[in-house]
């Protein structure tokens, strides 16, 4: 099946540093979403891209969708302590609305 | 916030028990999911539906079932749970295009 790849697991960065996550895939995804998920509750959508070279910004985040299709990268600037938290990507194919995540990276921020 | 809801949101039973969850909507989206996220998997589609009693399998459907009777409810059966089945069980909706609204997820332990 398709898988969408984001390593490392874990990344921890100091209060005020920027950050930047890729995830990769082998196959071709029409749509890319990047969720965030706060400890002990359920993900929330950060910001979905369209259009193949599309770049968005949501405030300090900005994502960009790969000119492939078959990768995105989302950036946090200037971190918070209240970026701590596990960040996906997610594809999405056809017209099935069936996504596929990453595995996720846990982000840490040290004040 | 998407008015979505999970019962029970914890729940421990014993190896080879039945097990209902619940979820329920107020926002009349089409399509329905549930996801299963254990450390190091991020998050898995068990099922997902596209409309009333229409429903098709994800990735990790095995000892699973699923119904969708009403618009607005999402059942998932484990029909016979096992200690492989602990894990934190999350609903989301959508209206479609990969934008996915998360509940607050339901713990299940089997021992």
């Known amino acids: 099946g398709q898988q969408l790849n984001q390593s490392p697991q874990s990344m921890f960065i100091q209060e005020g540093e920027d950050v930047s996550m890729n995830c990769t895939s082998s196959?071709?995804?029409?749509?890319w979403l990047w969720y965030k998920q706060d400890p002990g509750e359920g993900p929330v959508l950060l910001i979905a891209?369209?259009?193949?070279?599309e770049l968005t910004s949501n405030g300090r985040l900005t994502a960009q969708f790969g000119i492939t299709r078959k990768d995105s990268f989302l950036n946090i600037s200037a971190s918070i302590p209240s970026d701590v938290g596990i960040y996906f990507c997610?594809?999405?194919?056809?017209?099935?609305?069936?996504?596929?995540f990453g595995k996720g990276i846990t982000l840490s921020v040290r004040p | 916030d998407a008015g979505i809801t999970q019962s029970p949101r914890h729940k421990v039973t014993e190896t080879g028990t039945p097990v209902t969850l619940r979820c329920h909507q107020t926002?009349?989206?089409?399509?329905m999911y549930w996801y299963r996220q254990d450390p190091g998997h991020g998050l898995r589609l068990i099922h997902y539906s596209y409309g009333v009693k229409d429903t098709d399998k994800g990735e990790v459907s095995d000892g699973y079932s699923v119904s969708r009777s009403k618009t607005e409810d999402f059942l998932l059966t484990l029909e016979s749970a096992t200690s492989s089945q602990t894990s934190v069980y999350f609903c989301a909706i959508s209206e479609g295009g990969g934008e996915l609204f998360f509940g607050e997820g339901s713990r299940l332990t089997v021992l």
């Open positions: 196959s071709i995804f029409n749509t």
């Open positions: 997610a594809g999405l194919t056809g017209a099935n609305s069936k996504l596929t």
């Open positions: 891209l369209y259009k193949a070279g």
């Open positions: 926002e009349n989206h089409r399509y």
